[in-house]
């Protein structure tokens, strides 16, 4: 490992240090190309001979195999196993603990230039593999290859702007110097930080929570989701390949209510990372605020939950472009973002030609193995397959079904779900309240703009949302009164990058992190202020009463 750092670390000083050029947004992938289409055929076929694999839990520079083991299956081959992880236990979350705790005391003081050093150097990595990284999604969790190029594509971005952040915050400065001091501010690393990512950007989230704990000088202990641990393991070796010192990150994988909980619980816990649904989240937020004996701080959560996101269309819209982007939110990766959209809120004026284009787009859209790069895949489990055909059949209900409205038979013997429709839909509605996570839409007719952002804002969640208008006024009238964290004017709900659109939501979809934004890494560390007092030879001694000041 250190062979590979000090040859990274002197490439990128002999070429000019990369880090202080202007951050630039990973390029897509264009599979029309047919050489990026043949390396993506490759990487598959690579990958597919390293299914089944085991990996350890990796603590500090302990491997450690468990009995119980979690397997990672492939969702459109439920048959299929890609990986074997071990299960951490509730006797190992000290054990994690105290391989986060020694690497901290080093790693906290290691130079902000080195730590952003090595977030660039995973980016380089994840670029020369970038295609390997994409297939492992695609066999994991039924990405296809867009879905899964721009997952790798978010994780290059989020290292190199928060290596680009964290050397920012380290050079800011008060915005008062008094005379006779000098007075400095510092961002300082919090502690030992739980990352506990989801399934849906099992890299890029996962990646982003934990670059971004790291990179401000903290350790972490990694728990990632039952549904994708193979891709955790992959990134947590691609970790130790640039450099990164044992125990600055510990691989962990284990069950929520086993190995999470505890690991939320322990009162070395400085901080929890957490990206998931509102059920979960708010659980771990009420075990976070309960004060362990020996427990010196208030734990700090960074909840990223769930979304109900809706796409208002007006009757000024261009109709083709909100249907594209209505289609494109609501089925992309099978509706598995928080950001998808799930309901269309249409002005009653073009509801019904809405809604005919919109059947006939959904008709259109290509279900099946994602091996086979087709427009949607699988949902993620068996667990999910069933809650969501469920919904179905509740919103059969509650609406007038449009399109879809079942199981997707004809794609295979994966969990696959027919992309469906369901209209004229009460905005009370449970479909129009609850979080699916699936391919499920449903429509809501509105009798003017008001009506529209009233329903808009009528769930408990606030994370995105679009409208679709060419009235300046209504725009304007959003902006103000569209309660979600990320709005988007004529264009889809989805695909927020880094940089460009700092990304988390209000309400019950969390605590606004703003990931991939310019306040994310404030959230990983703590400000101290420093004043010296100075005088014409320099700093020197003073007696702290011996003059009056403000009491604070």
């Known amino acids: 490992m250190a062979t590979v750092e000090t040859t990274r670390g002197t490439l990128s000083h002999l070429t000019g240090n990369p880090l202080h050029k202007p951050f630039r947004n990973e390029p897509l992938t264009n599979f029309n190309n047919p050489e990026n289409a043949r390396r993506m055929r490759e990487a598959l076929d690579k990958v597919g001979a390293e299914l089944g694999q085991e990996y350890d839990i990796v603590i500090g520079k ?5 009995d119980k083991k979690i397997k990672s299956i492939n969702p459109a081959r439920p048959a299929q196993i890609v990986g074997i992880v071990q299960e951490a ?18 790693w906290r003081f290691t130079p902000v230039e080195r730590r952003a050093q090595l977030l660039h150097d995973v980016a380089g990595i994840l670029r020369e593999r970038k295609f390997e990284f994409a297939a492992w999604m695609v066999y994991e969790v039924g990405k296809n290859w867009a879905e899964a190029d721009a997952d790798v594509a978010e994780t290059i971005d989020f290292a ?7 050397l920012r915050l380290s050079q800011v400065e008060t915005p008062v110097q008094l ?17 506990i990512p989801p399934w849906n950007f099992p890299c890029a989230i996962m990646a982003g929570m934990t670059m971004a704990s ?26 130790q390949e640039a450099g990164m010192p044992d125990g600055v990150a510990n691989f962990c994988p284990g069950t929520g209510t086993g190995f999470g909980r505890g690991l939320v619980a322990h009162p070395q816990t400085r901080f929890i990372a957490f990206t998931g649904s509102k059920e979960v989240g708010l659980d771990v937020n009420q075990r976070a605020a309960i004060t362990q004996p020996g427990q010196k701080w208030i734990k700090r959560t960074i909840l990223e939950m769930g979304g109900k996101d ?3 269309v007006e009757h000024d819209a261009d109709l083709d472009a909100a249907v594209e982007g209505v289609v494109q939110s609501a089925y992309g990766f099978s509706g598995q973002k928080c950001s998808a959209c799930s309901r269309a809120i249409v002005d009653e004026r073009i509801y019904d030609i809405f809604v005919e284009r919109l059947r006939e787009r959904v008709s259109r859209i290509a279900v099946g193995d994602p091996l086979e790069n087709k427009d949607m895949g699988p949902v993620v489990s068996e667990k999910q397959y069933k809650k969501i055909l469920e919904y179905i059949e509740i919103g059969k209900k509650e609406g007038r079904l449009i399109a879809g409205g079942g199981k997707a038979t004809e794609a295979g013997d994966g969990y696959y779900i027919q992309p469906t429709v369901i209209a004229d839909v009460s905005p009370t509605a449970r479909i129009a309240q609850e979080e699916i996570f699936g391919p499920v839409l449903t429509v809501i007719k509105s009798r003017n703009f008001d009506d529209a952002l009233e ?15 060419a009235s300046r006024e209504k725009l304007e009238r959003a902006r103000h009164q569209f309660h979600v964290g990320n709005l988007y004017f004529n264009r889809k709900s989805t695909g927020a990058m880094v940089g460009a659109h700092p990304f988390g939501g209000f309400n019950m979809s969390g605590t606004d992190s703003k990931a991939g934004g310019p306040d994310y890494l404030l959230l990983f560390s703590q400000a101290k202020s420093v004043a010296e007092k100075v005088g014409d030879a320099g700093p020197v001694t003073h007696n702290m009463h011996s003059q009056s000041e403000p009491s604070r």
């Not at 006797?91 to 020694?102: F, G, N, T």
């Not at 190199?160 to 964290?166: D, H, L, T």
């Not at 401000?216 to 202990?221: D, E, I």
């Open 89 to 106: 236990q509730q006797e190992h979350v000290d054990i994690a603990m105290k391989s986060a705790l020694s690497a901290f005391q080093t």
């Open 310 to 312: 809706s796409i208002v």
């Open 455 to 469: 329903i808009a804002n009528n769930t408990e969640f606030g994370l995105t949302g679009s409208l679709y208008s």
């Open 179 to 195: 005379p006779g001091e000098h007075d400095t501010l510092m961002y300082i690393a919090l502690g030992v930080g739980a990352v």
């Open 214 to 239: 790291i990179v401000c000088g903290n350790t972490v202990v990694m728990k990632p989701s039952h549904d994708s641990p193979v891709i955790a393991a992959k990134f947590f070796e691609a970790l």
């Open 160 to 166: 190199e702007f928060y290596a680009r952040e964290a």
């Open 62 to 66: 302990q491997l450690i195999k468990t």
